[in-house]
């Protein structure tokens, strides 16, 4: 296509010839091609506006065009259905990462079990625990948790994923009845009782704690609205569950950094395990908050409409 674009100049605008070819361009969400966007509509606004020798003309046509196109002092390519499209392609992307992020973790912890069969007191984790590991409850909660933690971490994170929904329902259900088994039955009655021998002190102590009840809390709601087919419902505990779950990937980060940084050792730790968590849940809160704005906004206004 070969279109003229007017450029300005230092007395006025001038035209100038370009040869334009239109493109395509692909974006990819959720496993499915999302036809774009930005050039194609580009092509279509040059081909439709730029077809006058008067710029002038040209860009006062340009402004009337089409209010998803163009606009004076304002300019917008694309439609408000394209950008939908186009924040779903980056959401597809970063959640990509997120994941590669928390299965490369989790293989990581998986890969330290060397150090625990058998418990090797020497160095890693368990450095130092062989005055109270066998003689108490922390052995038992021990071998419960990192059996029970990395199932669940591998098992909930494909449950987030809408192809497998729509692709395998019974798979989602089996991965999800295996997330719920391994986290009520074994990672969070585990944290529970290493929390009382935490490192961290108090501090720790009441974060692991509160972070088993919660999590044991959270996961049987999300089971309970499966089973009633509240399915908006059972999403949102279920991330509030994972969301859980996942600040043992988050902690490794944390904790390293803010060590690098000069924070000493225990005082390190003990805003890690906090920080691991808390964010991430008031995060999710506000971000359910406003979405569900416009739509309790909406039923208000039903309802003051219905009384008149």
Same mark, same amino acid.
């Given at each position: 296509m070969h279109v003229v674009l007017p450029m300005a100049g230092a007395l006025g605008y001038e035209c100038r010839h370009v040869s334009f070819r239109p493109l395509r361009v692909t974006g990819f969400t959720c496993g499915t091609q999302c036809?774009?966007? =930005?050039?194609?509509r580009f092509a279509r606004f040059c081909d439709w506006v730029l077809t006058t020798e008067d710029s002038r003309s040209t860009m006062a046509?340009?402004?009337?065009?089409?209010?998803?196109?163009?606009?004076?002092g304002q300019l917008s390519v694309i439609s408000r259905q394209d950008i939908q499209l186009i924040f779903a392609a980056a959401r597809a992307w970063l959640s990509g990462l997120v994941a590669l992020v928390i299965l490369a973790i989790g293989l990581r912890i998986v890969s330290t079990f060397g150090w625990y069969f058998p418990p090797?007191?020497?160095?890693?984790?368990?450095?130092?625990?062989?005055?109270?590991?066998w003689r108490s409850a922390y052995g038992i909660g021990f071998y419960l948790h990192i059996i029970g933690a990395p199932i669940a971490l591998l098992t909930g994170l494909p449950q987030f994923s809408r192809l497998l929904l729509r692709a395998s329902p019974r798979l989602h259900r089996t991965l999800?009845?295996?997330y719920a088994l391994s986290v009520l039955l074994a990672a969070a009655p585990g944290g529970f009782i290493m929390g009382f021998w935490s490192r961290g002190g108090v501090p720790a102590m009441i974060c692991f704690i509160a972070m088993s009840l919660l999590v044991a809390v959270f996961t049987v709601l999300a089971w309970r609205t499966a089973l009633q087919r509240r399915f908006e419902s059972h999403r949102k505990w279920m991330t509030r569950s994972y969301l859980?779950?996942?600040?043992?990937?988050?902690?490794r980060l944390i904790d390293p950094a803010l060590r690098r940084s000069g924070v000493p050792d225990e005082l390190s730790y003990q805003i890690s395990v906090w920080l691991s968590w808390v964010p991430s849940l008031v995060i999710?809160? =506000?971000?359910?908050?406003?979405?569900?704005?416009?739509?309790a906004q909406h039923e208000n206004s039903g309802r003051a409409q219905a009384l008149r």
């Amino acid at each position: 296509m070969h279109v003229v674009l007017p450029m300005a100049g230092a007395l006025g605008y001038e035209c100038r010839h370009v040869s334009f070819r239109p493109l395509r361009v692909t974006g990819f969400t959720c496993g499915t091609q999302c036809r774009a966007i =930005v050039l194609n509509r580009f092509a279509r606004f040059c081909d439709w506006v730029l077809t006058t020798e008067d710029s002038r003309s040209t860009m006062a046509r340009a402004a009337t065009f089409d209010h998803r196109i163009f606009t004076i002092g304002q300019l917008s390519v694309i439609s408000r259905q394209d950008i939908q499209l186009i924040f779903a392609a980056a959401r597809a992307w970063l959640s990509g990462l997120v994941a590669l992020v928390i299965l490369a973790i989790g293989l990581r912890i998986v890969s330290t079990f060397g150090w625990y069969f058998p418990p090797n007191f020497q160095g890693g984790f368990l450095a130092g625990r062989d005055s109270y590991f066998w003689r108490s409850a922390y052995g038992i909660g021990f071998y419960l948790h990192i059996i029970g933690a990395p199932i669940a971490l591998l098992t909930g994170l494909p449950q987030f994923s809408r192809l497998l929904l729509r692709a395998s329902p019974r798979l989602h259900r089996t991965l999800g009845k295996t997330y719920a088994l391994s986290v009520l039955l074994a990672a969070a009655p585990g944290g529970f009782i290493m929390g009382f021998w935490s490192r961290g002190g108090v501090p720790a102590m009441i974060c692991f704690i509160a972070m088993s009840l919660l999590v044991a809390v959270f996961t049987v709601l999300a089971w309970r609205t499966a089973l009633q087919r509240r399915f908006e419902s059972h999403r949102k505990w279920m991330t509030r569950s994972y969301l859980v779950m996942i600040s043992a990937v988050l902690l490794r980060l944390i904790d390293p950094a803010l060590r690098r940084s000069g924070v000493p050792d225990e005082l390190s730790y003990q805003i890690s395990v906090w920080l691991s968590w808390v964010p991430s849940l008031v995060i999710f809160e =506000v971000i359910e908050r406003m979405r569900n704005a416009p739509m309790a906004q909406h039923e208000n206004s039903g309802r003051a409409q219905a009384l008149r």
